[in-house]
């Protein structure tokens, strides 16, 4: 069964590195999906991608992220200089038809900021 | 700004009862999805619901949308332990709170 991949599992970083999460979305998809979930809290919306570009992003996501989709199956998303309350799961995720169908998501990489 | 309110937060109920989870949101939408998420795990797509009216069953959860009201419930009919688990509502791409329901032998 088809199904997103993330990489790493998990990151433990120093404040102020930057980050490169990676995810391989299933390979028909079309739409791209970043999401954050704080401690098994509420799950945030990021970035939404399309078409090489993005298509919807939130307040969340300012200038110190970025995405990139740099080859044909990976999806990354760079955090430049990360704070301790980037602490986070990231969840990418990935559906055929905008919003019409079901996302899929990675498992997560556990991100952790020290 | 676009609010989506689940409720109960922490559910706790017996095997074999029934109970509804609810999920309102506050602008006019047509689509709304529901997830399931195991601790420590990534999200599960239950349910895609995209009209006014719109009911999906599996197994013992039947999800249903009433746009009007503004307002998507899921029933979980005669509960076993498997069903423990978060359960969040969407609406585009705002998630509900997750409500965090517990079925006890």
């Known amino acids: 069964e088809p199904e997103v991949t993330q990489t790493p599992s998990h990151q433990v970083t120093q404040m102020g590195q930057e980050v490169i999460l990676r995810c391989v979305p299933i390979s028909n998809h079309l739409y791209f999906y970043w999401y954050r979930q704080i401690l098994g809290q509420k799950v945030e919306f990021l970035v939404s991608?399309?078409?090489?570009?993005?298509?919807?992003k939130s307040e969340i996501f300012d200038d110190q992220f970025s995405v990139e989709r740099p080859d044909g199956s990976n999806f990354t998303l760079k955090i430049r200089s990360t704070k301790l309350e980037d602490s986070a799961m990231y969840f990418c995720?990935?559906?055929?038809?905008?919003?019409?169908?079901?996302?899929?998501f990675g498992q997560g990489t556990r991100l952790t900021v020290v | 700004e676009l609010k989506v309110e689940q409720n109960p937060l922490f559910l706790s109920m017996q095997e074999g009862k029934n109970y509804t989870i609810y999920c309102n949101y506050s602008?006019?939408?047509?689509?709304l999805y529901w997830y399931r998420q195991d601790p420590g795990k990534s999200l599960e797509s239950l349910f895609v619901?995209?009209?006014?009216?719109a009911v999906k069953q599996e197994g013992r959860l039947m999800a249903s949308l009433d746009t009007k009201a503004r307002l998507s419930t899921l029933h979980i009919t005669a509960a076993v332990h498997d069903l423990s688990a978060t359960y969040f509502c969407a609406v585009t791409k705002r998630f509900g709170a997750g409500t965090r329901l517990t079925v006890k032998p």
């Open positions: 602008t006019t939408s047509d689509r």
């Open positions: 991608f399309y078409n090489n570009e993005i298509s919807e």
């Open positions: 995720a990935s559906s055929s038809i905008r919003g019409r169908t079901e996302a899929f």
């Open positions: 619901l995209l009209s006014n009216g």
